[in-house]
């Protein structure tokens, strides 16, 4: 061979796999030859056709085709008709018809809502005044409220769609638009604020931090309460002039999938007050009535102009009753802005707001038909609060009340509802009422019928527990409340359904699908709702499912299956499941394993579960129909297609045709192929089921246990502290990879959110269907499959003689002499693969010049080399005698971040991974959020790890918006810090009476000739940085003389500080380009010794691929659908001008 594959560069010139000339030798008959390329292609082929197709259809009819949840054929439906939706599309649909502009930024989970609307944009939908939605793309949710504050004060009708940080941003120009009595209505998905960590997940956290603004407060429990809200929040700010926060739960309500009516457009059009359209219009800035506002005040006016603004606020809520009334005789849904559901007489009340109202709703019906007299108040107007209408809707019996808060204000008397309703009970002299406040649902935690009970247990004690929390087990200031057993309280007839996938298998998009071809093709009602982890596409999913004939009011997590599929074989190993499935379930698991394995492959906890609780077992080999149909990984529509034949929610040959249906209409614009591999795929799908038989000798041992939170010793506070990665996987990380992480007390944590480095090793997750094996008769030993591995899983090592005589058989026949000559002629070389973190992404077996690498059986790898591996990371650490600067050495040097949760195949991972091999032991990284903060450090897996002597990347995240101005301050304090050492060694070294050793002496000295001389700590070829090197020498010495002087001593203590660190700044374009930029061109100008890593995939890979400044112009990506109309910015060339 002249030349080598891959021998041109390791990294195309746009990051890609390899050049385009190399490409071109990738032919399909050299993959297939090393057992690739079929899943991998297939799906980019399926990429690409759509994406032909969206550019076909722009050019020809100025459209593009939208995903298949976000279908605007319901918008045109007629009034009533039934929809499945989620309550982002819910509230995205109205704030679609009765806006003239948006201004939008991604952040999770209100993301979809800006997604939809720009979406319908595209297609050129018309709202209710006969116009497309102008929707913007802004540079952060600061820039969005900005522009959207503009856009207001000429005359337009806005809206935005935000969360969490984003919403905190736009507070500055809340107060501005609420200041200045402008229309606007907002829509949250209401998410945790950062604190100790980052967290996507729901909570009132964000939304309270705004109660000050001046902006209208309302809240939604539901999706149908979503629609109905975001209808009358609009409504109400048009006609006075009120600006309108409508938010509901992220996630809980924002994603969870529901049958519901929807509203035409028509209908909501025939409640526009036109003439407050008109007086919106004629206030808007005009030179031609022209005026100002904005202006500047002192003591002598400001405060009257601030009263004076109060009259705005009088009678809201009769406008917002108005309103309601009016949606109401349309639709049929009428929502109290403070609702009672109950006994008449009850004497302790619940009070709530969000989607937990639900929740306390169904069991206060439940324990009132057991003879209890209990009641929930439920708050919907929280801006302005109405204390008049919320003593109307108490029962004048209530004596105890429980207000329950879905946020923490750390410090205060009590959480912001409780301070309402205190205030409110103090003012109206209820000063028999006692009045209790607790948290619950923090980060989407869990809230569910047993804890509504505990929280009427807690007001039937003499002396009540005053503040509290419910749904964990806090042991270190013993605030929570003991939660009694599982109860039910769902409608009679209400099927169940559990769906354990993969993340990327298609097992969520799937489930999408059925419960909407259930809910609009037959009278049952569905709920869904999906759980995901940090994996990315490797994690795990949970999907949850309710059919029934009555409407499903449940917000919480299905914990009673009549039916659970599990589409991963190994996750039997690793979950409990069945203690989900309910008595007579049904379960069926994915797997390669005939009925004469279940013995040996199934542990003896779920023999047990399956025969205690009478199941009905059934296995299925998706993965290899899915293959054999041309589907590769991707077992979506024939587990569906099982789903339909075995859980029994619907005639299976009406379910069949309605599956193809499907297939044709999500499929069809992709090519007849494409639906013929679907297609052929379901209809193989019932000649894989087996039915198996579950022995009752399997039954033997000890009864199940009732579902319910596990029970974990409590941590001994003196050992709170994780001195290791491994304590810290024992404790933590193996609960919460069980999925038992929910059930951990709060002494198991320490305050803060300190952790270990290089848990993520402790982990095997065993996810790849096939991995590389080496032939290394072939290998050239050029290590690029290792440079190029996402995960680190492929790796070279090196061993000495007597090293190889003491491996494994297999390791030591596939062991050959290093070649390169120099120090490599001491030693044997062999390139191991770990199977268990491999995730089978192929770029090794792509990349391999010489087709060394070949995909074989995962699980047959794992038996083979699992030993070879351990073998392996256990050898020493040569990274000293090997020249790092060139692509083969480098990668003898250790990997400072290993097994991350990163996608297979991730662009990023290797850049950073070869940063740490650089500079890994004395790297400090800045990280911007996003994708590489989680893929970086998402609980309880952390992919930086630390070398033998304890040395590693020190690694933190403040925001998506200021990490440049985050990585400059750790640089300054740094330096300030040195600073304050060298003014330490100058002075022991003057003092004649510090007694030292001459060898001290001279490396103090040396160290103070390189400070004084700004010598910068170079990257040397071998072996460690000066500043390094120094740095060994001095501690020994000083450790052992600190004890002679003080100031000896002190320069002891600050012996970490004679090492210089290497600063790293790192984040995607998102936080670069955009809501950053601002940042980093700051610190560019500012010429500090910081490293800038831009991990450029040319859009918002954490949020969903959303359009940034670095997509190329004409790009289709989320937020530009209409293809992207500006070329990509030239950071590199803006950085240049400094110069």
Known sequence: MSQLRGSTAPFGRYGGLSPEEERVQEDPARLESLGAGAAADMEYEQFLKTKTVQRAMFQAENKTIVTQVHDTDIISKNEGADACIDGNQAAAHVAYALSDIAFIYPITPSSPMGEMVDEWAAQGLLNCYGQRLSVTEMQ??????????GALKSGAFGTTFTASQGLLLMIPNMFKIAGELLPCVMHVAARSVATQSLC???????VMACRTTGWVMLASESVEMAQCHALISHLVSMERRVPVQHFFDGFRTSHEVNKVKLLDYETMRSFINWDAVKAHHDSALNPRHPHMQGQSQGP???FQCVEAGNSAYEGLADAFEEKARLVAEKTGHSFALYGYDGHPEATRVIVVMGSGAITCSETVTHLVQNG??????????????DHRRFLAALPETATRLCVLDRTKEPGSQGEPLLMEVATTLHLMARHGVICVGGRYGLGSKEFTPNMVVACFENLRQEAPKPRFTVGINDDVTHLSLPVGEWLDVLPTGTTECMFYGLGSDGTVGANKSAVKLIALNTSLYTQAYFEYDAKKSGGVTISHLRFGPKPI??????????YIAIHKESYVHKYDMMRFLKVGGVC???CTWSQDELEAQLPENMRRHLAQKGARLYLVDATKIAVKAGLGKRINMIMQSVFFKLSGVMDYEAALDLLKGSIRKMYGKK??????????????????????????????????????LKEFAPAARKDNVFADAESFARRIQTPCNDLDGN??????FQAGGRVPLGTSQYEKRGIAINVPRVDMDKCTQCNKCSLICPHAAVRPFLMSQRELEGAPATFRDGSRAAIGGGVLDNYHYRIQVSPLDCTGCELCVRICPADALKLEDAGKAIEAEKANWEYAFSLPDRSDEIDKTTVKGSQFQKPYLEFSGACEGCGETPHVKLMTQLFGERLVIANATGCSSIWGASNPSFPYTVNAKGEGPAWANSLFEDNAEFGLGMRRAFQQRRDFLTLQVEDALGDGTVSMSEKLRKLLAQFLFMRKENQHDLLLPRGRSVYHQVMEKLEPLLKEESAGHAKLQKLFDLRDQFGRISFWVVGGDGWAYDIGYGGLDHVIASEEHINILVLDTEMYSNTGGQASKATPAGAMAKFAESGKQTAKKDLCRLAMTYK
């Not at 952060?140 to 504050?149: F, I, K, Q, R, T």
């Not at 209890?372 to 609060?385: D, H, S």
């Not at 009011?553 to 009549?562: D, E, F």
């Open 140 to 149: 952060s949710e600061a820039g969005a409220a900005g522009a959207l504050h």
């Open 200 to 206: 996507i997940f729901g909570d009132h956290s964000d």
């Open 300 to 302: 002598d006016i400001f």
């Open 372 to 385: 209890e007299k209990v009641g929930v108040l439920k708050v919907r107007l929280f801006r302005p609060w």
């Open 553 to 562: 009011c449940a917000p919480y997590n299905v914990r009673t299956a009549g």
């Open 588 to 590: 069926v698991i994915n």
């Open 671 to 708: 090519g007849e192929k494409i639906v013929k591999m679907n297609i052929d795929g379901v209809d193989a799908s019932l000649e894989g089921i087996v039915e198996c038989r579950v022995p009752t000798e399997w039954a033997a041992g000890d009864n199940v246990p009732k579902a319910g």
């Open 743 to 748: 059930d951990l007390p709060v002494s198991t």
